[in-house]
Structure formats: C-alpha cells, structure tokens
C-alpha cells in the first residue's frame, strides 16, 4: 500500500468469540485504526456451531462486524472445500459493498481465501500470521501427508505466497527457511504474535483471592492453559505435572484450564501419578485467566516438538511471560525455546521423551526465588511479544513511515 486506507477488510478464519480472534484480532484491529492505516475496518468472521457463547470483548470503534456460517457437513475436507467455494464469492460481494481498498487475512486459511477474492476483486491484500500450518498438523498426526486438508492446504499457501503483496511470518525461522525456498524476502516480515501484557498483567489480589478460594496459600503452584491432543502432548503433559509433583513435593499445586472434559483430564493426570487433593481442572473465559495465572508461580507449555514447531509462535507463552510465569517448554518450539534457553527468566526447556524435567524445575525454582523474578519474566513479553512488532510491521504494509508510537 502507498499509505492509509479507508475502509479495510480485516478476514478472520476463526468465530468472533474464539479465544485467539478475542485475544489477538480485536487488538491488532484496535491497534491499526488508532494508528490510522484505516478509517474505518470490516471484520469478516467464520463462525461455527462449536465456538464459544457469551459475549465477548467490545469491537475497536470504527469496526463492523460481518459474521458468515462455516459449513458443517462431515467430513471435513467436503466441508473445508466447500467453505472455500461459497465464502470466496459472498467476501467479494462484502468486498464491493463496503468498498474495501485492501484485505488482511489473519492465518493462511484466511489468506488462501483472499488469494481467490484477489483474483476475483483485483484487491490487493496481505497475511499475517504466516505459519506452515498444514506441515505442523501432519508432523502432529492429524493430518496426512498425502490427505486433501495437507494437500488442500498447501496449495493455498504457495498460491498466496506468490500473490499476496505482503506476509509476516510469526518467526524468524519461518521467514529464513521461505527464503531458502525462493520466496521474495523483501515482502516477508516477522511479527510474532502479540499479548496484551497489560492485560495479562500480574495482579497481586487475584493471587491472593484465588488462592484463598483453592485454599493453597503456600505451596508452588503451576498452570497450563489449553487443550492437548494435536499440537500438544496429551499423556506427555500429563506425566510432566506429576513429575513437576515429583520433584517440588507433596505441596506442589497443579491448575489446569482447558475446554476439555474435567473429569476424563483429571483421571489421565492421575493415572500419570499425581496424587493429593491439589489439583483443579476447569474449563475458564479467556477474561478469567489472568486471575489463575496472578495464582501460580510457573506454567507449562507442552507442545509437540516438530520440524515444523520451530516455525510457531504460541499465544500462551507471551500470555505466560506477561504475568511473570517462567515457563517449562518442551524444545524446538518457534523462537521461543531459543529464548528460553538463553534467559533463565523465560523459564527452562526440557524434552518430553528425556529425563532432564526435574533439572528445567530446578532452574526455574533458583530463578523464583530473585526478589524481581515477576517483573524480570513480564519484561520478556514487552520485549518478544509486544503489540509493537505487529505496528511496526503493519505500518511498513500500509506503506506508513515506522515511526516511535
């Protein structure tokens, strides 16, 4: 873009209430319209039967929401096919009705949609969040290699690799290897994916009041936020609490937050060797999990180590290093597990397979007893997962000079 546009077509792959368009769509839409690289933006959702329910997060002023049905057919590549047909044509009627002048697609398969709105509309258009995404569902075993979601999927990113005007790839691994693959480097840029810090924050009360309620008020206290299954460890994680357990003591308090079953997450915890009565499992708003976050002393992060995982950029870490949690990563995880390695306040990486988790513990338990280990940690999030990357590389797509905020 030669500068700011009137009216932006933000396209979102996920519901308006899903977490991540909670969590990082609305804030990056925030962002872009404060800074005014848009007058005004249209926000174009996907939403589906399971996404959650309630009312979420305020749209930014001087956003309209248009929300379009996901199909719902099984299975899921006749559906994904067929989202890809009706959505292209119904975004370039919003397109034309709203008079948009651009398009951001948030993930590749957003992207891959603009890539035919594009072709249809002449819009030119630009992806963040650039991952290989079909690689890591493969690497992790939903998916198969030769399956049409892997296919599908990557066929749509090389089609808006080649097209798109700009990309900003979420690592700087992701970016250097679509290089060595023969991809223009100039129009790749790398923003990692943002947190609010300041919402995510370490909230002393909060600490206070939920370890009242659960009744812990001194033992050390951990934390996972997530699913696990696909992208992450499932049995893997579940032998990592009780070996957190382990090593900590008897004491050692484990919460977990996650939309799975409860019950059937607990009993694996257990049947991992988690014993005692300090161990809670329930599903939590992504508003109420900076409370149980200001509760515990240290996270985790048991994502499955991949070729492609080097290439990611988990929200939860930034949301962890927000609230001052050091956090225990299992290696090769984007560009993270290479920070982690290097500053003991980011926390300790250790290898699911291996025996090296008491020694990660170990470092993370000399780290928490430094007097400024909470800020120390939060600074981190300011440093790697500001909102401010995002800016600077939304400014140089829209053309705007990159200015100090």
Not at 168 to 181: A, E, H
Not at 358 to 367: K, L, Q, Y
Request: glycine share 8%; hydrophobic share 45%.
């Amino acid at each position: 873009m030669n500068g700011p546009v009137r009216t932006l077509l933000f396209l979102d792959y996920w519901s308006l209430n899903e977490p991540l368009t909670q969590s990082t769509v609305l804030p990056t839409l925030a962002m872009l319209l404060r800074e005014g690289m848009a007058e005004r933006a249209v926000l174009v959702t996907v939403e589906r039967a399971s996404a959650p329910k309630g009312k979420g997060a305020p749209l930014p002023a001087g956003t309209v929401h248009v929300p379009l049905e996901a199909h719902r057919m099984w299975p899921r590549p006749l559906a994904r096919a067929l989202d890809l047909l009706t959505l292209v044509p119904r975004v370039v009627r919003i397109a034309h009705q709203e008079r948009a002048e651009f398009i951001m697609a948030r993930g590749v398969v957003a992207g891959g949609i603009a890539h035919f709105v594009h072709g249809r509309a002449g819009l030119p258009y630009a992806v963040d969040y650039v991952e290989p995404h079909a690689d890591y569902m493969a690497d992790v075993g939903e998916w198969r290699r030769n399956g049409p979601l892997y296919r599908g999927l990557q066929r749509l990113i090389s089609l808006q690799l080649r097209s798109m005007s700009w990309g900003i790839t979420v690592t700087g691994n992701y970016r250097d290897r679509l290089i060595r693959s023969g991809y223009d480097g100039d129009r790749l840029l790398v923003a990692p994916c943002p947190v609010d810090a300041q919402r995510m924050a370490f909230n002393m009360s909060d600490r206070a009041t939920v370890r009242a309620h659960l009744g812990w008020s001194d033992p050390v206290i951990g934390v996972y936020a997530g699913k696990f299954g696909g992208l992450y460890h499932r049995e893997k994680a579940f032998k990592a609490f009780a070996d957190a357990q382990q090593a900590i003591g008897p004491s050692f308090g484990m919460v977990i937050l996650t939309p799975m079953d409860p019950q059937e997450v607990a009993s694996g915890v257990r049947a991992a060797g988690f014993t005692g009565d300090r161990l809670v499992v329930r599903y939590a708003e992504h508003n109420e999990v900076p409370r149980f976050l200001s509760a515990a002393d240290l996270a985790f992060a048991p994502y499955r180590g991949t070729h492609s995982s080097a290439c990611i950029s988990p929200m939860k870490i930034g949301e962890y290093w927000a609230n001052g949690l050091p956090v225990l990563l299992t290696k090769g995880v984007g560009d993270d597990s290479r920070i982690v390695e290097a500053d003991p306040f980011a926390g300790a990486v250790f290898d699911p397979e291996g025996s090296d988790l008491p020694a990660a513990i170990a470092r993370v338990r000399e780290v928490l007893r430094e007097p400024d280990q909470r800020e120390r940690t939060g600074a981190l999030a300011s440093r790697y997962r500001s909102m401010e990357l995002t800016r600077l590389a939304y400014r140089r797509v829209f053309g705007m000079p990159t200015i100090a905020p």
